[in-house]
């Protein structure tokens, strides 16, 4: 009997094996290169706090106690900073569970869930294994279209996702779109505001959408500690959202869902504020060059306001971006391949420390030419 049709085993139930199963972006470069510059996964350039680091250290002593299981310092180290009541925050093992409890909490196996042209793929992957159908909305220029959006909204819609800035564009739609968005939806479908990349915008138009929370019962904003604050290895994710949501979602979560060293961690990022500025202004200085630079080199950019940016390669075959990337990864240069977002012909690249950046433009400038 093959593998395949052994149906006397235990079977998964309808859907879960249509889940492509998400492919994080690559770490290792080929045998042999001895720098590698990883900037394929959005990861912080300057790495943790210093005060994150320590406290991890000095939690590592005390491991075998459970940790908290409401997060209660973390949500309330969160809640100062942002000035938010941390009754209406749940903590998570990295955002991707809120995504994904959000999902388990809201959909019913034949419920809608919307997102975006080329949104981040995770929401895809919850809305299947919730047993939804995901339901793609067109974008305009790599860029979130609200008509778009409430042009596919149906009855059966219960959740529409939008990443602002969205990952892998980079790209923001401005906070009076989102709030038009919001009031043209029926009441009763959850928009989740999904802000991870929210602190490295430099935008007055922008907002991550706290106040919108606030103000209605059918919004929530997501938000991570694994980009500005340099934390993907804890894996910390929180949302702020309304009493019900809230309610309904601390049903739903694993009871110890956020360990101790992360808690740890998280308190002490929270607080420091001035790691948190150096992140934003190595940002600022060298996503604006690499912008400069990689359309100097006659390759299309999009214009991103987050720490990361798309890079766009010729049509023809020598030039693509998968000879880039190989030529790249051979020179210990990982961006991240992008095919599965929409885009074939593109790479991500995080924005990187100095070293990195100079890097990818002085190889990339070389296999232009090759
Ligand atoms: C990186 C990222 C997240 C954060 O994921 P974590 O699970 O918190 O590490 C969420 N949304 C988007 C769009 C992202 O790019």
């Given at each position: 009997m093959t593998q395949?049709?052994d149906?006397?085993?235990?079977q998964?139930?309808?859907?879960?094996?249509?889940?492509?199963?998400?492919?994080?972006g690559?770490?290792?470069?080929p045998?042999?290169v001895?720098?590698?510059?990883?900037?394929?996964?959005?990861?912080?350039?300057?790495?943790?706090?210093?005060?994150a680091?320590?406290a991890?250290?000095?939690v590592?002593?005390?491991?075998?106690?459970?940790?908290?299981?409401?997060?209660?310092?973390?949500r309330?180290?969160?809640?100062?900073?942002?000035?938010?009541?941390?009754?209406?925050?749940?903590?998570?093992n990295?955002?991707?569970?809120?995504i994904?409890?959000?999902?388990?909490?809201?959909?019913q196996?034949?419920?809608?869930?919307?997102?975006?042209e080329?949104?981040?793929?995770?929401?895809?992957?919850?809305?299947?294994?919730a047993?939804?159908?995901p339901?793609?909305?067109?974008?305009?220029?790599?860029?979130?279209d609200?008509?778009?959006i409430?042009?596919?909204?149906?009855p059966?819609?219960k959740?529409?996702?939008?990443?602002?800035?969205?990952?892998?564009?980079?790209?923001?739609?401005?906070?009076?779109?989102?709030?038009?968005?919001?009031?043209?939806?029926?009441?009763?479908?959850?928009?989740?505001?999904?802000a991870?990349?929210?602190?490295?915008?430099?935008?007055?138009?922008y907002?991550?959408?706290?106040?919108?929370?606030a103000?209605a019962q059918?919004v929530?904003?997501t938000?991570?500690?694994?980009?500005?604050?340099?934390?993907?290895?804890?894996?910390?994710?929180?949302?702020?959202?309304?009493?019900?949501?809230?309610?309904?979602?601390?049903?739903?979560?694993?009871?110890?869902?956020?360990?101790?060293?992360?808690?740890?961690?998280g308190?002490?990022?929270?607080?420091?504020?001035?790691?948190?500025?150096?992140?934003?202004?190595?940002?600022?200085?060298?996503?604006g060059?690499l912008?400069e630079e990689?359309?100097?080199?006659?390759l299309?950019?999009t214009?991103?306001v987050?720490?990361?940016?798309?890079?766009?390669?010729?049509?023809?075959?020598?030039?693509?971006?998968?000879a880039a990337d190989?030529?790249?990864?051979?020179?210990?240069?990982?961006?991240?391949?992008?095919?599965?977002?929409g885009f074939p012909?593109?790479l991500?690249?995080?924005?990187?420390t100095?070293?990195?950046n100079?890097?990818?433009?002085?190889?990339?400038?070389?296999?232009l030419?090759?």
């Amino acid at each position: 009997m093959t593998q395949a049709d052994d149906t006397s085993r235990p079977q998964p139930k309808p859907g879960v094996m249509d889940i492509a199963a998400y492919v994080p972006g690559k770490s290792a470069a080929p045998a042999g290169v001895a720098q590698v510059y990883k900037l394929s996964s959005n990861e912080n350039p300057l790495g943790a706090s210093p005060a994150a680091i320590e406290a991890v250290r000095e939690v590592a002593g005390k491991l075998e106690f459970y940790p908290d299981g409401s997060s209660t310092k973390l949500r309330q180290a969160i809640a100062e900073a942002h000035g938010l009541n941390p009754a209406n925050i749940v903590c998570s093992n990295g955002s991707d569970e809120i995504i994904g409890l959000l999902a388990q909490t809201y959909l019913q196996p034949g419920d809608e869930g919307v997102y975006t042209e080329h949104g981040f793929l995770v929401y895809q992957n919850y809305i299947k294994a919730a047993g939804g159908v995901p339901v793609i909305a067109k974008e305009t220029d790599e860029r979130a279209d609200v008509d778009a959006i409430l042009a596919v909204v149906t009855p059966k819609t219960k959740v529409v996702f939008l990443a602002n800035p969205n990952n892998p564009t980079g790209t923001y739609i401005p906070f009076d779109e989102v709030r038009r968005l919001h009031a043209a939806l029926p009441k009763n479908v959850l928009l989740v505001l999904d802000a991870a990349y929210a602190e490295y915008v430099r935008r007055n138009d922008y907002e991550a959408g706290v106040e919108l929370v606030a103000g209605a019962q059918n919004v929530v904003m997501t938000r991570t500690f694994s980009k500005i604050h340099g934390l993907g290895g804890a894996r910390i994710g929180w949302v702020y959202a309304p009493t019900h949501v809230i309610e309904a979602m601390e049903r739903m979560r694993g009871p110890f869902n956020v360990n101790a060293v992360a808690i740890a961690a998280g308190v002490a990022a929270m607080g420091d504020r001035a790691h948190v500025e150096r992140t934003v202004a190595h940002n600022e200085k060298w996503l604006g060059w690499l912008s400069e630079e990689l359309s100097g080199l006659g390759l299309r950019v999009t214009p991103s306001v987050g720490n990361f940016i798309l890079i766009h390669f010729p049509d023809d075959a020598k030039h693509s971006a998968a000879a880039a990337d190989d030529y790249l990864s051979a020179r210990g240069y990982i961006l991240r391949r992008v095919a599965g977002y929409g885009f074939p012909n593109a790479l991500r690249m995080t924005v990187g420390t100095e070293d990195a950046n100079r890097g990818v433009v002085a190889a990339l400038t070389e296999f232009l030419k090759s």
